[in-house]
C-alpha cells in the first residue's frame, strides 16, 4: 500500500526549518520526504496543500477509560477527588466499561493529532483489544496499588498483559510495569516489581512527587523525598523509566534523575486543574533529563488534546521565570512528539517525520481563521492551533481519521455505550 501526501509543508520536529515537499508512505512506513514525487502508481493521494504534515503527538501519560469520569467530579483536592469520587467509581468500572471509556478516549485522541500513548489503568486487556481495533499505537501499563494484599492478583494480571500483548497489533502494542506511585507501593513489592523489569527487559511507568502532600507522606513514611525513594530502591539504574509528574522536586531530586534510562511526562493540565504546581521542567532540561508532555486522564485534565498540554507547559515556564524567552514554541512542539516518543522508548520508531520512521504523522489544516496568515508555523502550532483543526490522522502507515471523518470508530455507538455506561458508574457517588 502506498499514500502519497502531495504539495504539503513538513514540519520534522527536528532542528530543521519547515519545508514544501511530498510525503511517500509505503506499508508502515515513511519511505521518502521530498519535492515532487512521482505519482504513478500510489494507491492514494492526499492533497497537502495549506496543511501542514507533522508527527503525530505522543500523549506520555494517559489513564484512557477515565474519559467516562469526565467532569462527574472536579474542583477537589487529588486526594479527596482520588479517595471519594475516583475509586469508588473504579471499583463498579467492568471490562466492557474500560474497552468503551478507552475508545472514547481515542476517538479524541486521533480527532486531535495523537496517534501514540501510555495508558497505565486496569482492565487493561480491553483497551489492548480496543486500541488492535482503532489502530492506534500504545505502550500499556496495568497500573498496580500494593496497600493491601491481594494473593499476587495484580501482579499476575500485570504479567499476563505483557505476556500477551507485549509487540502485537503488528508491532503497535507495547508494555510496561506499572507501581502506581511512592505513596501506594511500599518498598518489598516495589523492589520485586523493579527486578521483573530488569529480567523481562520492560519499561517501568510510575507516578512521581505529583503533590507537595505526597512528599509530606514519603517524608512522614520514610525519611525521604519521593525521587529519594525511588533511587533508593535502585529504579533508575536497572530499567527505563516514565515519571509521571514530577512537580516536586529538589535540586537534588533532579541531580538523582539525571543519567536515567527514559524520563518524565509533564502533564501541565492536569497540574494546573488539581493546584498541584509547576514541575521544574527547564531545570530538568537542563540536566540532560528527557520530558515529554502527557494529558494525564480526562478525569482530571477534562480533556486530552495535545494542544491544550503544549500551550499549558510553554506559558506555564514563562510565567515561572518571568521571562517569554522561555521554553519556546518548537521546544513545546518537540516535548509532545520527539521527546514523549523517547519517554515510550520508541526513539527511533516514531516522534519525527524521517524517512525509516513508522508513518505516524498528522495532517493539519491551515485555512483556518485563527491559523492565518502563516508568518511563523511553530508558533501558529503551539499557541493557535487546537484539536479541531486536524484534518488527515495517520499511524502504522493506515489512514485512521481522513477529512475530520474516524474511519476505524462508530461515534454513534461509541457515545450511546460510554453515556449509559457514566451513569451507572457514577450514580449516587
Ligand atoms: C491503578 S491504575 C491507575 C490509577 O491512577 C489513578 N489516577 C488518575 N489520575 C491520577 C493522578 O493524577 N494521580 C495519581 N493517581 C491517579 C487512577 O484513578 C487509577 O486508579
Ligand atoms: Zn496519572
Known sequence: MKILIKDTTVLTMNSEAPFRGDILIEDDRIADIRPDIPDADAD????GTDMVAAPGFVNAHQHTAMSLLRAFSDDLKLM????????PAEAR???????WGAKLSMAEMIRSGTTAFADMYIHMNEVACA???VGMRASLTRGMVFLEDDGGRRMNEALDLVARWNGQAEGRITTMLGPHSPYTCPPEPFKEVIALAEKLNLPVHTHLAETKEEVVT???????????YLYNLGLFERTHVLLAHSVHLTRKDIGLLKGMKGGVSHNPVSNL???CGIAPVLGMMEQGITVGLGTDGAGSATTVDMF??????TWLQKLDYGDPTRLPALQALQMATRESAKLLNLRDVIGTLEVGKK???????LKKPHLQPAHNLESLLAYSANGADVDTTIVNGKVLMRGRQLLTIEEEELFKQVSARAKRITEGI
Open 308 to 313: 491544550e498540554e503544549i500551550k499549558a507547559a
Open 131 to 133: 486500541v488492535e481495533e
Open 218 to 228: 514519603i517524608r512522614e513514611r520514610y525519611n525521604q523525598t519521593p525521587a529519594e
Open 273 to 275: 486543574k488539581l493546584g
Open 359 to 365: 508513518a505516524d504523522l498528522i495532517l493539519i489544516d
Open 44 to 47: 492514494e493521494i492526499i492533497q
Open 80 to 87: 479527596d477527588w482520588l479517595d471519594k469520587k475516583v475509586l
Open 93 to 99: 468500572m467492568t471490562p466492557e466499561d474500560i474497552y
